[in-house]
């Protein structure tokens, strides 16, 4: 599968896949071409487990959810509608799996690991620790939303998917996915003026 990741021919940047060219590896896939699926696990690996981390807040759960999630969309690959984007119908898979994942574990992690902080605060320590600081403040706050509402905010601010993809994502309307999304940030500044 290595090798196959070699002759992806994907582009370098951005989150999408071009359309065409998604849909000709995907057809390679169902037609039992296992090495083209790693191209897609390669496009797309750094936002399903992006999603897993934000949602669970570990590390080794968001690996194992974001391996599991391409298992699982593997599996299922021959019964994708092919004229639907692929991207939204991995997060959904991706999503159901978190979702049990969660219930089972009955409560989520309580300590997020948070990211590497960049940005133009580098040569002020002070800057540096007070962004560090509101960002550990944030994920408590993120943490403590209602997992329809987490989920929402995170596909929108975090993955930066359109209000249009949460709604497919979520399998809900796109009126349902921008009202979660809203609900969502009304909470976390309710929250965030509370602490």
């Not at 090798?3 to 582009?11: E, I, R």
């Not at 191209?39 to 750094?46: A, E, F, Q, R, T």
């Amino acid at each position: 599968m290595i090798f196959a990741l070699l002759f992806c021919d994907l582009p370098s940047s951005g989150l999408y896949m071009d359309q065409k060219q998604e849909k000709t590896i995907i057809k390679r896939v169902q037609a039992g071409d296992r090495d083209a699926y790693a191209c897609l696990v390669d496009k797309y690996k750094g936002p399903v487990f992006n999603l897993a981390y934000r949602m669970t807040g570990s590390f080794q759960e968001a690996e194992d959810l974001a391996q599991e999630t391409f298992l699982k969309a593997y599996a299922a690959i021959t019964r994708f509608d092919a004229k639907k984007r692929f991207f939204p119908w991995l997060y959904t898979i991706s999503l159901n799996l978190i979702r049990n994942h969660l219930k089972r574990k009955r409560k989520v992690s309580s300590e997020i690991l948070q990211d590497n902080i960049t940005g133009d605060d580098t040569g002020n320590p002070e800057n540096t620790v007070v962004r560090h600081q509101e960002s550990e403040k944030l994920s408590r706050c993120l943490e403590k939303l209602p997992a329809d509402l987490r989920e929402a905010v995170i596909l929108r601010y975090y993955q930066e998917l359109s209000f249009g993809d949460v709604a497919e994502t979520l399998e809900i309307s796109l009126s349902a996915a921008k009202m979660r999304v809203y609900r969502g940030l009304e909470k976390l500044r309710s929250f965030m003026k509370d602490k």
